[in-house]
């Protein structure tokens, strides 16, 4: 029987290492709602994959702005997070660390630093 346990939770942790749901927000208002489905690239914790950021805000006339980019992330431990994301051609770094979620600031070379919180499922 304990054979059984040890065998399931491996089959879990081996699992949830292969890829990862990502949702999260960005901006001062929380106002980009982030989504994306990584998946483990070889290199240890690290993953990546397409993102979607769709601006909930109410501030569009024609309907929610969508923007698609990619992400590869690293996590460092079990509290904290390390990641580039690609947005319309601009790459954006962020360092995280974990409280209920991944939260820090995303720094991008052509805009204003900006919060990121995300979930990792």
């Known amino acids: 029987m ?11 942790s081996a699992t949830s290492a292969d890829a990862l749901e990502l ?6 208002l929380g106002e980009w ?6 998946a483990a690239t ?6 990546g994959g397409p993102i979607v950021l769709k601006h909930t805000g109410i501030c569009s006339a024609d309907g929610p702005e969508t923007r698609a980019g990619e ?6 431990g079990t509290s904290r997070v390390r990641a580039t994301l690609t947005i319309d ?11 209920d979620a991944y ?11 900006a919060p990121l919180r995300f979930w990792i499922k």
Not at 33 to 38: I, S
Not at 103 to 113: L, T
């Open 103 to 113: 939260v820090g600031m995303m720094s991008c070379y052509d805009r204003r630093d």
């Open 2 to 12: 304990r054979a059984l346990v040890v065998a399931a939770l491996a089959a879990v």
């Open 42 to 47: 070889g290199a240890r914790q690290e993953f």
């Open 71 to 76: 992400i590869r992330l690293q996590l460092l």
């Open 33 to 38: 709602e982030l989504t994306g489905n990584l």
């Open 23 to 28: 949702i999260g927000q960005a901006g001062v």
């Open 89 to 99: 051609g601009t790459a954006c770094t962020f360092r995280g660390r974990k409280s």
